[in-house]
């Protein structure tokens, strides 16, 4: 499986960002699927995942500014991101959901810097 992670970029304090993962699964459909995030001295955490049945959930500090789509038909998952925060910064990655299935290898990850 491979998965790619694009629409990173800076961004001041309170902007948006559009976050697209391609995963080239057959299987993709029937995945729950998931991006996190890594910080400069932070481990990697969950941000946001979505069942196959676009049941979505939330690390609490995202709730309200993330929201996790996917298009089933083009094996592709998005992260909108709006009033971004200097604490967002981080290289983001998708994945499946850690909860459910096994780590698929990770991909190159998309930076997402949040400075003015």
């Known amino acids: 499986v491979q998965l790619v992670e694009s629409g990173g970029g800076l961004v001041q304090p309170g902007g948006s960002l559009r976050l697209t993962c391609s995963a080239s699964?057959?299987?993709?459909?029937?995945?729950?699927m998931a991006w996190y995030r890594q910080a400069p001295g932070k481990q990697r955490e969950m941000v946001a995942s979505?069942?196959?049945?676009?049941?979505?959930d939330y690390l609490d500090s995202v709730k309200g500014r993330f929201t996790i789509s996917r298009d089933n038909t083009k094996n592709t998952v998005f992260l909108q991101m709006i009033s971004l925060k200097p604490e967002d910064t981080a290289v983001y990655y998708c994945?499946?959901?850690?909860?459910?299935?096994?780590?698929?290898?990770w991909g190159q990850g998309t930076q997402v810097t949040v400075s003015s």
């Open positions: 994945n499946y959901d850690k909860r459910w299935s096994a780590l698929a290898s």
């Open positions: 699964d057959q299987f993709f459909i029937t995945k729950t």
């Open positions: 979505i069942t196959s049945a676009s049941t979505t």
